[in-house]
């Protein structure tokens, strides 16, 4: 017995896709009106209807076909094509300079001194509490 998974288990891809769209089946359910558990039950079966599918790709955000026929391989290649070579004389969204103009752990320091000190001032007060009675 082969642990392959069949190339043309829609249920799977479903599972997939809402997966890398970050989404729950609890959402998914939401979204078409049913429970977390006919999600499951879709997304372990091989074959689902027509109707059902559109409205699944609908709610996902994708179409029909692009749940037929997705693979993982696509979406890998897919975005193994994007390179972080030199986006200085690109257009769009990635023609900024994306560098980080603090030192994160300076940050870090700096947010536990801010605890360390409200600590300190919590103790002082309760001490002033404790003296006044």
Same mark, same amino acid.
């Given at each position: ?9 829609? %249920? ?6 809402? +997966? ?5 089946? +609890?959402?998914?359910? @939401?979204?078409? !009106?049913?429970? @977390?558990?006919? $999600? ?15 409205? $699944?790709?609908?709610?996902? %955000? &994708?179409?029909?076909? !692009? $749940?037929? *026929?997705?693979?993982? /391989?696509?979406? $890998? ?14 257009? !769009? ?9 603090? *030192?994160?752990?300076?940050? &870090? &320091? +700096? ?5 360390? @000190?409200? +600590?300190?001032?919590? &103790? /002082? ?9």
């Amino acid at each position: 017995m082969s642990t392959l998974t069949k190339p043309n288990h829609i %249920g799977r891809k479903i599972s997939r896709i809402r +997966e890398l769209r970050d989404m729950k089946q +609890e959402a998914l359910a @939401q979204a078409l !009106g049913t429970n @977390q558990q006919a $999600i499951s039950a879709i997304e372990n079966s091989e074959t689902i209807d027509e109707e059902k599918l559109k409205a $699944i790709a609908e709610a996902l %955000g &994708v179409t029909v076909e !692009g $749940i037929k *026929n997705f693979s993982e /391989e696509a979406a $890998i290649n897919y975005f193994n094509t994007f390179t972080d070579t030199d986006f200085t004389n690109s257009q !769009g969204a990635f023609s900024q300079n994306h560098q980080c103009s603090f *030192n994160p752990l300076d940050k &870090v &320091v +700096e947010l536990y001194e801010r605890l360390v @000190q409200a +600590e300190k001032d919590k &103790v /002082e007060y309760l001490e002033r509490l404790m003296k006044g009675k």
